[in-house]
C-alpha cells in the first residue's frame, strides 16, 4: 500500500513539472511585454512597444515621431535673441488722510505679456521678427539644445578651407581647441563639433556633360565621415551645383543622408541660371528650390524614422535666395540661414544686420574665414564673445 502511494505521489509531481515546463516554453515564445522608458537630452520622450520575446532576446520598437520638450525648445529660442519675461512692477504713492497723517500705498502689476505660444508652433513675440513663428521639430532634434561648430572644406584643395590646409590630426586638434572657446563663451549651449565637406564642387571647365561641377568620390566622402564619427560628432555636405538643377542632384546624396548623423548644406553662390558659369556671376537659389531640398530630405527621414535633419542655406547677398519668406521648414528639417561673407568685423556685423535679420526663417548661422577676414583694414576675427552679441545669437558657426 506504501509503494502505491509513492506511485501516486511520483505520477503528481511529475504531471506538475510537465505543466510548469509547458507554461514558461509558451510564454517565452508567445508572451508580449510592454515596454515604457524616457529618453532624449532636449525632454521626455515616451517609447513603448509590444515585443515578442524568443530564446531570451527582447526587441522593442520605439515610438516615432519622438516627442519634443516643447517648454524648453521655446527657454532656448527666447534666449538666442536675448528676451527675459517682464517681472512685476512696483508703484508706491503717499496720500494723506483726514487726521493729515501720511499713508504709503504700493501696489503691484504684471504687465501683459507679449509671449505668444501655440500648440503647433514655437514661441514668438509681438511686434518682433524673431524668433521666427515655425512648426515644432520632432524630439531628437539638435537646434536649438546645440551650437552646431563645423570646419569646412575640401581635402583637394588648400584654397577652398582648412580641411584641405592642414592634416587631418591638425584639424581636429584646432577644431578641439574652437570648441573649448565656444562653451566658454556661452555655456549653457553645448557644442556639436561637424566637418562640413564640399561634396560637389564648382568648376571653371563645363565637364562631359556641361554642367561645370564634380562630384567627389565616395572615397573622400567616407573620410569626412569619419573624421566626424572621430569626433562624436556629424558630417555636412556641402554642394555647388553649377549650371546643373538641385532637383538632379540631391538624390544622388541619398544615401548618405539615410544616415542619421549627416546634414547637408547649399551654396547658391554656385547654383548658376541661365548658361552663366560659375565664378562670372553671383548664382541663387529660389524658395521653391529650398523647399523641395526640405522635402525631400523629410521623406528620408520619415521612411527611416531618423532624428530631424539640419539644411543650411550659405548667403551674403539679398538676391542669392529669393522669396525668402517663402522657405517652409518641417517637423523633420531645420533650416539654417547662414551669413557667409567675408571682411572686416564691421563689414559681417553690418551684411548679418541687412541680409540675415531682416528675413526670418528659422535659424541663423554665421561663417568665419580664417584669412580673408584678416584682409586689411580687418583688425581681427570676430570673437565667440562678438558673435554672441549679433542678433539673433547664430546657432550655427562655420571656420573656413
Known amino acids: 500500500m506504501i509503494q502505491a502511494q509513492?506511485?501516486?505521489?511520483?505520477?503528481f509531481l511529475v504531471a506538475v513539472c510537465v505543466l510548469v515546463l509547458g507554461y514558461v516554453w509558451a510564454d517565452r515564445t508567445f508572451g508580449t511585454v510592454t515596454y515604457v522608458k524616457s529618453s532624449t537630452d532636449e525632454g521626455t520622450a515616451l517609447e513603448t512597444a509590444s515585443s515578442t520575446e524568443s530564446e531570451g532576446e527582447v526587441?522593442?520598437?520605439?515610438?516615432?515621431?519622438?516627442?519634443?520638450?516643447?517648454?524648453?525648445?521655446?527657454?532656448?529660442?527666447?534666449?538666442?535673441?536675448?528676451?527675459?519675461?517682464?517681472?512685476?512692477?512696483?508703484?508706491?504713492?503717499?496720500?494723506?488722510?483726514?487726521?493729515?497723517?501720511?499713508?504709503?500705498?504700493?501696489?503691484?502689476?504684471?504687465?501683459?505679456?507679449?509671449?505668444?505660444?501655440?500648440?503647433?508652433?514655437?514661441?514668438?513675440?509681438?511686434?518682433?521678427?524673431w524668433p521666427s513663428s515655425t512648426v515644432y521639430p520632432h524630439g531628437?532634434?539638435?537646434?536649438?539644445?546645440?551650437?552646431?561648430?563645423?570646419?569646412?572644406?575640401?581635402?583637394?584643395?588648400?584654397?577652398?578651407?582648412?580641411?584641405?590646409?592642414?592634416?587631418?590630426?591638425?584639424?581636429?586638434?584646432?577644431?578641439?581647441?574652437?570648441?573649448?572657446?565656444?562653451?566658454?563663451?556661452?555655456?549653457?549651449?553645448?557644442?556639436?563639433?561637424?566637418i562640413e565637406y564640399i561634396a560637389m564642387v564648382a568648376q571653371a571647365e563645363a565637364g562631359a556633360d556641361g554642367m561645370y561641377r564634380t562630384m567627389m568620390p565616395d572615397a573622400e566622402i567616407e573620410k569626412a565621415y569619419a573624421l566626424a564619427q572621430q569626433i562624436d560628432g556629424v558630417m555636412i555636405l556641402d554642394i555647388q551645383t553649377g549650371l546643373s538643377p538641385l532637383q538632379t542632384e540631391l538624390p544622388r546624396f541619398k544615401k548618405y543622408l539615410e544616415r542619421p548623423d549627416v546634414f547637408f548644406a547649399l551654396d547658391p553662390e554656385f547654383s548658376m541660371h541661365d548658361g552663366a558659369k560659375p565664378g562670372t556671376v553671383i548664382g541663387s537659389l529660389s524658395a521653391e528650390e529650398i523647399n523641395y531640398a526640405i522635402d525631400y530630405m523629410s521623406e528620408i527621414v520619415q521612411e527611416n524614422q531618423l532624428p530631424p535633419k539640419v539644411l543650411l542655406v550659405h548667403r551674403f547677398t539679398q538676391d542669392m535666395v529669393t522669396g525668402a519668406a517663402r522657405i517652409v521648414p518641417t517637423p523633420e528639417v531645420q533650416v539654417v540661414m547662414v551669413m557667409d561673407g567675408w571682411g572686416p568685423s564691421a563689414l559681417k556685423r553690418?551684411?548679418?544686420?541687412?541680409?540675415?535679420?531682416?528675413?526670418?526663417?528659422?535659424?541663423?548661422?554665421?561663417?568665419?574665414?580664417?584669412?580673408?577676414?584678416?584682409?586689411?583694414?580687418?583688425?581681427?576675427?570676430?570673437?565667440?564673445?562678438?558673435?554672441?552679441?549679433?542678433y539673433p545669437k547664430p546657432i550655427y558657426i562655420q571656420y573656413q
Open 6 to 11: 509513492w506511485k501516486r505521489i511520483i505520477i
Open 59 to 129: 526587441m522593442i520598437e520605439p515610438l516615432w515621431p519622438p516627442q519634443l520638450d516643447t517648454a524648453e525648445y521655446n527657454r532656448r529660442m527666447l534666449a538666442l535673441v536675448d528676451y527675459h519675461p517682464p517681472g512685476l512692477t512696483i508703484t508706491r504713492s503717499t496720500t494723506t488722510d483726514a487726521n493729515g497723517i501720511a499713508v504709503v500705498q504700493v501696489a503691484t502689476t504684471t504687465p501683459a505679456s507679449p509671449l505668444r505660444y501655440s500648440s503647433s508652433t514655437n514661441v514668438t513675440i509681438d511686434g518682433k521678427l
Open 350 to 390: 553690418a551684411t548679418y544686420r541687412h541680409i540675415i535679420e531682416p528675413e526670418p526663417v528659422q535659424f541663423t548661422g554665421l561663417k568665419v574665414f580664417y584669412k580673408n577676414d584678416l584682409k586689411p583694414p580687418s583688425t581681427g576675427l570676430l570673437s565667440p564673445a562678438e558673435i554672441l552679441s549679433l
Open 140 to 194: 531628437g532634434a539638435v537646434l536649438p539644445f546645440q551650437r552646431i561648430l563645423a570646419y569646412y572644406g575640401n581635402f583637394y584643395s588648400r584654397q577652398m578651407g582648412i580641411l584641405g590646409e592642414f592634416e587631418p590630426e591638425v584639424v581636429l586638434e584646432r577644431l578641439a581647441q574652437t570648441q573649448a572657446e565656444w562653451e566658454a563663451a556661452d555655456p549653457d549651449t553645448p557644442v556639436l563639433p561637424a
